[in-house]
């Protein structure tokens, strides 16, 4: 009898905490969703979490992708795990570092089923930095950070090779030729439906989409949805909207999956891209990060301030705009907090709490954030408060500029947001704002330039330049001569944060690891010698 009231109590526990839902895009602009303002490419489904939960309007990502992703998993600052340079490349012996316990795994702990659908991108030569090792009970998706969205081969540094797999290991051949944001939709539907009840679900959703694929053909999605979008006339972007388009329906199949199973009325789903757009050709991409400066990879709010939005019926106060000050390495214990987690547990993290903050729009308490700091490229940036330093810039200086489309000339459709599954998902449980409230919260996070201020030029290879971000988001308006105490202030909390830093663990390529070793896969080649890789059964 006694066992049986405890195992009672531990199925209720487990019905308590919230199933987690992490949808990650990749590449995605800052003008790249309605939500901000976007009419030339509609997305419904991503503007119904965010304009019914939270628009986070200050969100901010790493300004790259395998950086980004460390600090989602570990709540640390890449500066504090050697993630801070660049990416981790396919045939690189290297990944997030062992001695860090990630997201799943705490999650686990707590009673979780966790799964990775998409992109892992966070080391893959060897089995035990591969997702199926560090947390989560089932990963269908690409390791390295690209794929071809048909074939789901990856050229890089001179290497080509297949990437896509099953729980880590299995070469996952047969689903050649199909779409890859298709395959992750149906592969997230079909753990949606197949889940335990009794257990909380933790899902990770980690697009492809939007980043390019191989140069020969860099932007595709199936031709009928790019015929969609025959009113723009940049064939890049509108191939783009086709990439963009399936994202949104995908999302939107997931939120409808939830409340088809009976989930969705517990549970939190966090929308966010991972770095800011590759606009303007960078990548040979046509993203938009308009109105603010620079694209992805570099430190302009262009490239850290990601589109992003928190859905929850558990959420106190919904239908907003969320102006508290975030980070990505929050989520962490943010997430953790909300699964009923006791946060205490966490040592030496860089994440906040956050939980409290969103859900009854208090003031947060991150009052700084650390951009990155790269001594390699010599580019560092820190927000402290409303002031921002850049000390140093990536590209020399190329992509140091304001890039569009503004996307404006199209006209907003509500109807489409109401009507979209998520939409329709979301009014089910009776949680969908009318139009008005829609259009009202959109309006306020359509982010624009301060047109009052007069420019002063910035040219941080010559000297650090500073900006008052709440004022001039655009960073139009470089302040470092007008407020030398205010610079030097940030400086000195930009060198403590340094002397904190351990160094990149980049490494060199390992010719061992080109994929034409291993039948044309890549592959975790340094869990094996090479004496006779064509043993290896792929």
């Not at 909207?241 to 088809?260: N, P, Y």
């Not at 490239?303 to 992003?308: D, H, Q, T």
Request: net charge negative; charged share 20%.
């Amino acid at each position: 009898m006694l066992r049986c009231a405890l195992l009672l109590c531990v199925l209720a526990l487990a019905r308590a905490r919230p199933n987690i839902v992490l949808i990650i895009a990749d590449d995605l602009g800052w003008n790249d969703v309605g939500f901000h303002g976007l009419n030339q490419i509609p997305t419904p489904n991503i503007d119904a979490l965010a304009l019914s939960g939270l628009v986070l309007q200050n969100h901010y990502v790493q300004p790259i992708c395998t950086p980004s992703r460390s600090a989602l998993m570990t709540g640390k600052y890449p500066i504090h795990t050697g993630m801070q340079h660049g990416v981790i490349y396919g045939m690189e012996p290297r990944g997030l570092p062992l001695t860090e316990k990630i997201l799943p795994q705490y999650l686990k702990e707590l009673g979780y089923r966790t799964h990775l659908v998409g992109k892992w991108h966070l080391g893959s030569y060897k089995k035990e930095y591969l997702p199926k090792h560090r947390g989560f009970d089932s990963h269908t998706g690409f390791v390295t950070g690209k794929i071809d969205m048909f074939d789901h081969t990856n050229a890089e540094k001179g290497s080509w090779g297949f990437d896509f797999r099953h729980d880590s290991e299995l070469v996952a051949h047969e689903l050649f030729g199909q779409y890859a944001t298709d395959v992750f939709t149906n592969e997230a539907v079909r753990l949606i439906r197949g889940h335990n009840k009794t257990e909380p679900l933790f899902l990770m959703v980690a697009h492809s989409a939007v980043h390019t694929g191989n140069p020969w053909e860099p932007i595709r999605a199936p031709d009928k949805d790019i015929e969609k979008f025959a009113y723009i006339k940049d064939p890049r972007r509108q191939k783009f909207a086709g990439v963009l388009w399936k994202m949104d329906e995908s999302v939107g199949k997931v939120v409808q999956a939830l409340q088809a199973n009976g989930l969705l009325e517990n549970s939190i789903i966090l929308f966010t891209t991972d770095n800011g757009g590759a606009a303007a050709g960078f990548n040979d991409n046509a993203a938009s990060n308009y109105p603010l400066k620079g694209v992805k990879n570099t430190l302009w709010e262009g490239g850290v301030r990601g589109a992003s939005a928190l859905w929850s019926p558990l959420l106190a106060r919904r239908g907003r705009v969320a102006t508290q000050t975030l980070h990505i390495s929050d989520w962490l214990p943010t997430l953790y907090a909300a699964a009923g987690g006791n946060t205490s547990l966490f040592e030496n993290i860089d994440g906040f709490d956050q939980w409290e903050a969103l859900s009854h729009d208090v003031k947060s308490s991150r009052t700084s954030i650390v951009h990155n700091i790269d001594d390699v490229w010599g580019s560092a940036a820190i927000t402290v408060d409303q002031w921002k330093v850049v000390k140093g810039t990536n590209y020399n200086g190329a992509w140091d500029y304001w890039y569009g489309p503004d996307g404006r000339e199209e006209t907003y459709q509500v109807d489409q947001v109401l009507k979209s599954p998520a939409g329709q998902a979301i009014t089910q449980l009776g949680l969908m704002p009318d139009t008005d409230k829609i259009l009202q919260i959109r309006e306020e996070a359509t982010l624009k330039c301060n047109t009052s201020i007069v420019p002063i030029t910035c040219k941080p290879l010559v000297a650090p330049c500073l900006f008052n971000i709440e004022e001039d988001p655009c960073e139009k308006r470089n302040l470092a001569e007008q407020e030398p105490e205010i610079l030097q202030r940030l400086l000195d909390e930009l060198s403590k944060a340094n002397s904190t830093a351990v160094p990149p663990n980049n490494k060199q390529l390992d010719l061992r690891g080109d994929p034409k070793y291993w039948g044309r896969v890549y592959f975790n080649f340094g869990d094996f010698e090479m004496n006779n890789p064509s043993n290896i059964n792929l």
